[in-house]
């Protein structure tokens, strides 16, 4: 009797601690489709607030799903979509957060000296590839050489104002918003920042690459995995993190097709119009903004290896490390990494 008292006591005890769905201390993941990638959240949450650590997730989800209908080229509603539609050649209203991200856009696109450009939407959409379905082949020559003609690079969008009455310019008909190489890269800052408000100040946010880590997983480093450029369930380098820091990679392998054997990728080279093809597969970047390590790897791998290290030193912060085709890889000072080996 004594003995199924006491079984009882502890039983009670244990619903008061976990009945509710509660679970030990530990990590908890959660995943959602947004801006065309599988976004995952993970948190390390102390005893007792695992049921909190899912609601906070849901609410940093429901962030980026407000950032992505401002910042989404392909919805016209979004603010980004209207300017658009917008004329060309006059100014616009503009929302200050569109503002912030432009900002960025057009620092990097400076310092980079126009291997980043905010303005690829027309030449996007000539190549298809977040198009659905796909393209599969090339666009026709003569629309890339036409576009290249009539793209601006340096003067194609121009920003002005102050808080409260920012405004926008396209240059003219060849340029139009693309903030796909660094929407994401902000949205993740901003889930972090959103979860930490809630509490939550051990976690990761990875928008399919494109990746921020805050605190550390109950005292010991993140570890987070480099993707092999070429098998897709494959790791080729880990990286340990217990701090605010953004970790956000480039490669070709995210979006391309094949055709005619010949690998034709995403990460557009805007003096050209063509896919980037300079030996580089992916690079990854650590600083701590997530926005402007996704804006840093899209630039450094336009550049490729020597001048995107030449990028990479020029910002305070920042480091990379380059994978090549010939399966060598490279760092930059201060990107510490370990290597797990395969190449290619
Ligand atoms: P990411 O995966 O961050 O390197 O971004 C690639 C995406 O950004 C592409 O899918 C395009 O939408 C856009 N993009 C392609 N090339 C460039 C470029 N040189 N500068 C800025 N955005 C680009
Ligand atoms: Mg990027």
Redesign the pocket.
């Known amino acids: 009797m004594k003995f199924k008292v006491g079984t009882l006591i502890l039983a009670f005890v244990l619903l008061a601690l976990f009945g509710c769905g509660e679970k030990p201390a530990g990590s908890q993941s959660s995943s959602r489709l947004l801006m065309g990638t599988l976004m995952t959240i993970t948190l390390w949450s102390q005893e007792g607030e695992t049921s909190r650590s899912a609601a906070a997730m849901q609410s940093a989800f429901g962030e980026m799903e407000r950032i992505e209908k401002v910042m989404s080229s392909h919805l016209n509603t979004s603010a980004v979509g209207r300017i658009n539609q917008a004329p060309r050649g006059q100014w616009h209203p503009l929302e200050e957060e569109v503002y912030h991200v432009l900002a960025e856009?057009l620092r990097i696109a400076k310092l980079s000296q126009g291997?980043?450009?905010?303005g690829?939407w027309p030449l996007?959409n000539l190549w298809g590839?977040?198009r659905e379905p796909p393209a599969t082949a090339p666009p026709e020559m003569a629309k890339i050489e036409s576009w290249r003609k009539g793209y601006p690079l340096g003067t194609a969008i121009q920003i002005r104002g102050e808080t409260g009455g920012r405004q926008i310019l396209l240059a003219n008909e060849y340029v139009g918003l693309?903030l796909?190489?660094?929407a994401?890269?902000y949205a993740v800052d901003r889930a972090l920042d959103h979860l930490a408000v809630l509490g939550f100040t051990n976690a990761i946010v990875n928008a399919g690459?494109?990746l921020g880590v805050n605190g550390s997983k109950g005292g010991t480093p993140w570890r987070i995995g480099i993707q092999h450029p070429r098998e897709s369930q494959g790791v080729v380098a880990e990286v340990s993190l217990q701090k605010r820091m953004g970790l956000?990679t480039?490669?070709d392998y995210?979006?391309f097709f094949m055709h005619e054997g010949k690998r034709y990728h995403?990460?557009?080279?805007?003096q050209s119009g063509m896919p980037?093809a300079n030996g580089v597969v992916s690079v990854t970047i650590q600083h701590p903004k997530a926005m402007t390590a996704?804006?840093l790897?899209?630039?450094a791998?336009?550049l490729g290896l020597d001048k995107g290290l030449e990028l990479i030193r020029q910002e305070p912060g920042a480091s990379a490390l380059f994978i090549l085709e010939d399966g060598r890889q490279v760092a930059s000072g201060g990107f510490s990494y370990r290597w797990l080996g395969g190449g290619q």
């Open positions: 856009s291997a980043f450009e905010a690829l996007t590839f977040s693309d796909g190489a660094i994401k890269g690459g494109n956000v480039s490669g995210e979006r995403h990460i557009l080279d805007p980037t996704d804006a790897s899209t630039a791998f336009v």
